[in-house]
Structure formats: C-alpha cells, structure tokens
C-alpha cells in the first residue's frame, strides 16, 4: 500500500472541462512534488512545495495551477488542457527538500484529454 | 547540466539468476546522490536503493546492491535472485545539493523469466 494517495487513479476530461487532481500524505513530510510521466518516459518535474511553499516551477503552462492548502495535502488544478496534456501524474513528498531525501511517489492519476 | 543515461531499453533475467543493470552519469559536482527507482505495471516509483557520492562504501539492501564507480561516473545495479516481482522499469536518478531536481535515466525494462 502506497503512503501516498492520489485520486482520481483515472480521469478522461473535455478540453474545455475544469478538474482537480489531489494527493495526500500522513507522513508528515514538508516536501510536496507534481510529476508528469509520458508513456514509456521518465517522470518530468513540474513543481515543488517546500513547507507548503511553491519553490520550483519547472516552467510549467499556466493551465496547470497547484495548490498546498496544508502540509498534508497538494492540489493539481486543470483548466483548458490540450491532448498532450495526456499523461500519468505522479505526486510525491519527502520529508524535507534536501538532496538525500527519498521521495516516497503515488500511484499516480491517469489523465487522458479528449 | 547533469545527464543520466542508462544504455540498456529493456534486459531479462532468469529468475533466481543475477542480473546488472548499468548507469552512467555526467556531472561536475563532487558531492550528490544517486537513486535507483523501481515502477511496476502498478505504476507506484519504488525507492530501491541510493548513494551519497561521498561515501566509498557501495550501498545494499536485501538482494540488492550496486557498483559505484565514482570517477567513471558509473552507478550500476545488481539485483541477485531475481524474483518474478522484480519484472518493472528501472529508473535511475541523479540529484545534487541545492533546490535542484531530481534527473532520470530513459529506464530500463527488466523481465523476468520463470
């Protein structure tokens, strides 16, 4: 069982539809990280919170909007996505930023733009 | 910019054999970490095992360890006994000190066979 949980694990959107994905943590870690993972490809950095802090933004399109409402929970606002928006997101937390930190990742929500 | 590469697509192994799986990485920091992820068919990124760049000692854990070759810039895994449950893509990654990210490989699929 993963100590990372995300919801939807699936979502089918319209390009014009606004959803949310969310990720929770109960390990008290104060690292929150967004991954997006092409099929076939490594994960690809998007953003990192840090004490519920935006301190990354891989320079991200602003369709994608997150959110850290508490330490416990990140938030992956979607608005106007395109199809190559279609991707498996993968969120993770460590419990700090520094360099040796395991990141402990979900199982991820499978995202599929129409 | 840090690269990581892993030069084998997809490897096979018997199972209860040995099987290595390599990784070379570029860099000018001398002191950094190195991962290697485990993700099944489940989707999950599993740590499997890392290494401070600064400690010589290689790292194991359980049937799994790895060749840390510091000034080749060579971090290969070896993964004894191979179980059926090992069968995932491997990924590994680089990170240095600072607010920076964590850098993939491309992966390597491994198969096992019964």
């Known amino acids: 069982d993963t100590e990372v949980t995300q919801t939807p694990k699936h979502l089918v959107m319209g390009m014009t539809n606004k959803k949310s994905l969310k990720c929770e943590q109960h390990?008290?870690?104060?690292?929150m990280y967004w991954y997006k993972q092409k099929a076939k490809k490594p994960p690809e950095l998007m953003f990192v919170?840090?004490?519920?802090?935006?301190?990354i933004n891989e320079s991200v399109p602003s369709r994608f909007s997150p959110e850290c409402p508490n330490s416990s929970l990140l938030n992956l606002h979607l608005h106007a996505l395109q199809p190559e928006d279609s991707a498996l997101y993968l969120c993770?937390?460590?419990?700090?930023?520094?360099?040796?930190?395991?990141?402990?990742f979900g199982d991820g929500t499978r995202l599929s733009i129409l | 910019a840090q690269t990581v590469t892993q030069s084998q697509p997809e490897m096979s192994v018997q199972e209860a054999e040995t099987v290595t799986l390599s990784c070379t990485y570029d860099?000018?920091?001398?002191?950094?970490?190195l991962f290697w992820y485990k993700q099944p068919p489940s989707r999950q990124m599993i740590l499997v095992i890392r290494?401070?760049?600064?400690?010589?000692q290689n790292a194991t854990e359980n049937r799994f360890s790895v060749n840390f070759q510091k000034a080749a810039k060579s971090f290969s895994l070896k993964i004894s006994d191979s179980q059926l449950g090992d069968a995932a893509m491997y990924f590994c990654?680089?990170?240095?000190?600072?607010?920076?990210?964590?850098?993939f490989g491309k992966g390597t699929r491994l198969s096992v066979i019964a």
């Open positions: 993770a937390s460590s419990q700090e930023t520094g360099v040796g930190q395991p990141q402990h």
């Open positions: 390990m008290g870690h104060r690292a």
């Open positions: 919170y840090s004490y519920e802090k935006l301190s």
């Open positions: 860099t000018s920091e001398s002191d950094y970490y």
């Open positions: 290494q401070e760049a600064y400690k010589q």
């Open positions: 990654a680089y990170r240095s000190w600072g607010n920076t990210p964590l850098v």
